[in-house]
Each structure stands twice: as structure tokens, then as C-alpha cells.
Nanobody
């Protein structure tokens, strides 16, 4: 199973980006998907998550600015990030909890990270 994230970049404060992350491989189903971020010198923190049924959860710091969604048919999760602030600068990592076809077991998988840089 692999997760491929993309969509990061350099943007001015107040700008927007759309991050996406596609899961591929020996996948029977995916439970939770979501995004974490890690800023330089800081711990990785949860940004937002979404269940297969569409129930979402997000950090207080991004509520009203970031929106998570997913396309179950494409095994893809998205993060629409609006009204970006310099403090949103971080590497954004996607994750997925996958039920594998090969061995009939659950596993947690991470994407490679995509850098979001917000200039003031």
C-alpha cells in the first residue's frame, strides 16, 4: 500500500491550496483518512481527519479555514486550505487506515509529505 500526496507549494498569506493524497495497492477498504502537519522544530500534529462515512474532525486552529473531504471510489483524501497564515507553514502528511487484501489485516500508512510555505 502506498500513499502519494501532492498539492503543496509557496503561497502568500491569505492564499489557498488544495492538497490531495491517493492510496494505491492491495486495498480492500479504508477506514479513517486524514492529514497531519509538522513545522520546523515542532511535533507532528493532527490537522483534520475523515471517516469512510464522512464524519470529520479538525484542529481548532484550522476550523473555518481548512476543509477535508474524500472520494472513496478513488481512495483519495483532499484538504482544501484557505486563508493561509505564516504559522500554517509545515510539511503536511496524509495517512490512511487500510484493510489489506493480501493478509486480511488493518495497517496504518503515511504519505511522503508535501511542503506548504506561507509567506507574510
Amino acid at each position: 500500500v502506498q500513499l502519494q500526496a501532492c498539492g503543496g507549494g509557496l503561497v502568500q498569506a491569505g492564499g489557498s491550496l488544495r492538497l490531495s493524497c491517493a492510496a494505491s495497492g492491495s486495498i480492500f477498504s479504508i477506514n479513517a483518512m486524514g492529514w497531519f502537519r509538522q513545522a520546523p522544530g515542532k511535533q507532528r500534529e493532527l490537522v483534520a481527519s475523515i471517516t469512510s462515512g464522512g464524519v470529520t474532525n479538525s484542529a481548532d486552529s484550522v476550523k473555518g479555514r481548512f476543509t477535508i473531504s474524500r472520494d472513496n471510489a478513488k481512495n483519495t483524501v483532499y484538504l482544501q486550505v484557505n486563508s493561509l497564515r505564516p504559522e500554517d507553514t509545515a510539511v503536511y502528511f496524509c495517512y490512511a487506515r487500510v484493510y489489506r487484501v493480501a493478509d486480511g489485516a488493518w495497517g496504518d500508512y503515511w504519505g511522503q509529505g508535501t511542503l506548504v510555505t506561507v509567506s507574510s
